[in-house]
């Protein structure tokens, strides 16, 4: 089984889905200006305004929602993943989806805002909507859209889970030496507490929990950091070389540096993905483009916050290794240890002994658990796309969901890992494709706001039917009555 599921990632993760997320993202820059550099103060200060509303969440608590999932065991163990894959240049393409991406994560938001939906008194939206409402060919969008939400359903009920849940019993049996299965239990039915309470007790846990916890992370990386830190322009360099294929060691991986620092940047990010959209269609914004910006923002903060302070702890402590991919390895730094949460509770503890490990056990089960939430929201709201008017199929959502986190514990690291990047990769085709057909709508409701800004308005305002849109959502066309 484990070969079969490792030849479907390899054939989905080739280098033309690799070409197709990077192409979007420089297509996307170029037409809007590149506002994720042009717009970034403008993201941070879009955060303190808006006011929650019954059918949906405040800037602040949407973006947190959103940011918190980038935030997470991506950007720890996912990123020790791209680097024993992929060598030090995979942090290089990580870096570079990021900046180019931010802008697909953009166009991702825009489009749900316009076409989302209210179902049982509270937003949803994300690809499946805009595929349907969104696309002028009917037949092509119903089609794209039932594919999208099945698969949506797919990857985040059944196999993206199990990287998180995996993740947190072992960190948490390793570092407080609990059993694994006891740990399962016990987060099982935390987890299944929040998820039961709606979207409000979601957020509000994801509000809660993420941002202290995000801070106490940074902290920690930057003081491992600054006490290596006459060794950081060797680091950084040593990233740069492997990128292109120029520094001796890792030169024979170069491919798989760009290949595993794309693969890990979808994962921790959601570039491309489409999930991230789900979360942004239930901002409570005046204009679609506000939350455009907001995701943006989470792509640079999920990046340059955490994944590469993540990775420079690893490169500058020597705690990692790199494998040639072909059962050896180019570099080991730390013999006999798996890849994974331990790349990083060694970094840590070259400065701050046996601190390390329960450190990282609590970041990640603070971090994976609003990622499940998150999950939790795309599932749901996918199903509810299939099902609008089902009010037995969220519970039996909800009891697969729970089932599935639980078994997520007892896998092993490959199995998760491999599972996590199937469901990524078939949800990016689909939702690239889909968002090239769309492109031209973000873009020119993208320009409505820039043309706004530009002219003085401080709170631009969305009048779809100036656009020509005419089968937006009732909410925006709500707004304008």
Known sequence: ??????????????????????????????????????????????????????????????????????????????????????????????????????????????????????????????????????????????????????????????????????????????????????????????????????????????????????????????????????????????????????????????????????????????????????????????HPVKQGLSNALSVFIGTFFVCTTSAVMMLLTGSYNVSDNKGGLLYEGLPGVEFGNDYVSSAIDTVLPNIGAPFVAIAILCFASVALLAYYLYSESSLLYLFPNSKVFPWVLRICFIADIFMGCLLSADSVWTMGDIGHGVMAWVNIIALLILGSQAIRIFKDYDRQRKNGVKEPKFNPDALGLKEVSETWKQEEK
């Open 1 to 286: 089984m484990s070969k079969i599921l490792t030849a479907v990632n390899n054939v989905l993760w080739s280098m033309p889905l690799v070409i197709l997320v990077l192409g979007a993202g420089l297509y996307f820059s170029i037409r809007m200006g590149f506002p994720q550099f042009r717009y970034f103060k403008e993201m941070i200060h879009n955060m303190s305004e808006g006011s929650e509303s019954s059918r949906g969440l405040s800037p602040v608590r949407a973006f947190i929602f959103t940011a918190a999932r980038t935030v997470g065991v991506g950007n720890i163990a996912g990123m020790a993943t791209a680097i024993f894959y992929g060598g030090p240049g995979a942090v290089f393409w990580f870096w570079i989806l990021a900046l180019i991406g931010s802008a697909v994560a953009m166009v991702e938001a825009v489009l749900a805002q316009t076409y989302r939906q209210t179902i049982h008194g509270e937003y949803r939206g994300g690809p499946a909507y805009y595929m349907e409402y969104g696309i002028k060919n009917k037949k092509l969008g119903r089609s794209m859209a039932l594919i999208f939400a099945s698969l949506t359903i797919l990857c985040f009920t059944f196999l993206a889970p199990t990287t998180q849940s995996y993740n947190i019993a072992q960190g948490i049996s390793s570092a407080f030496h609990l059993p694994v299965i006891a740990v399962g239990i016990v987060f099982t039915l935390f987890l299944a507490f929040i998820i039961f309470g709606g979207l409000k007790r979601m957020g509000s846990a994801a509000q809660k929990i993420s941002p202290i916890m995000a801070l106490l992370y940074i902290l920690m990386s930057l003081i491992i950091i600054v006490m290596n830190i006459k060794k950081l322009p060797e680091i950084f360099a040593l990233i740069f070389k492997s990128a292109f294929g120029t520094d001796q060691v890792f030169s024979a991986i170069v491919g798989s540096a760009v290949s595993w620092g794309i693969k890990r940047g979808v994962f921790a990010n959601e570039v491309g993905v489409g999930s991230s959209a789900v979360t942004g269609a239930v901002g409570e914004v005046s």
